[in-house]
């Protein structure tokens, strides 16, 4: 899993990131195999009706309806992920996990990373989601309501 942090952390540094590094999907999911908690920060009903990853924790970074900053965020997620055990931050496309991965850095958290490309990646062409980049696309285990 060594490697896998390692890419992740030169990935980062050419990113200009402020924390651990920033994984493929495919790679957050070896880590999560490996025992790096997953955190999907998406709103409850993303989770309820674009689908979810079996075995993440789920910590809304925005609240809904609203879209505020959820306010008990580094709180539930102490309750969740010590800090000094990996956590993997995954939203729709990758910027609120960024976002996340940034506070938790900064609230203590040694080892946070962004999942890029998020669950349902980059919109195409067309404007649609899932068939550029993401959780899904690269056939990764989730379900759905």
Not at 16 to 38: D, R
Not at 109 to 119: H, M, P, S, T, V
Request: proline share 6%.
């Amino acid at each position: 899993m060594e490697d896998i942090k390692k890419s992740a952390r030169e990935r980062g540094k050419k990113m200009g990131l402020s924390y651990a590094g920033a994984l493929l999907p495919a790679e957050a999911h070896k880590l999560m195999q490996a025992g790096a908690k997953l955190v999907d920060v998406r709103t409850k009903p993303e989770l309820a009706y674009v689908g979810k990853i079996p075995g993440s924790l789920a910590v809304e970074w925005q609240t809904y309806p609203g879209g505020r900053e959820n306010p008990e965020f580094l709180a539930e997620l102490a309750a969740a992920v010590p800090k000094d055990q990996p956590v993997m931050f995954l939203c729709r496309s990758g910027v609120r996990s960024n976002a996340a991965a940034e506070a938790a850095t900064r609230a203590g958290w040694k080892e946070a990373y962004n999942i890029l490309e998020g669950f349902e990646g980059d919109k195409d062409a067309n404007q649609h989601r899932n068939t550029v980049g993401g959780w899904r696309k690269a056939g990764l285990p989730w379900t759905q309501s």
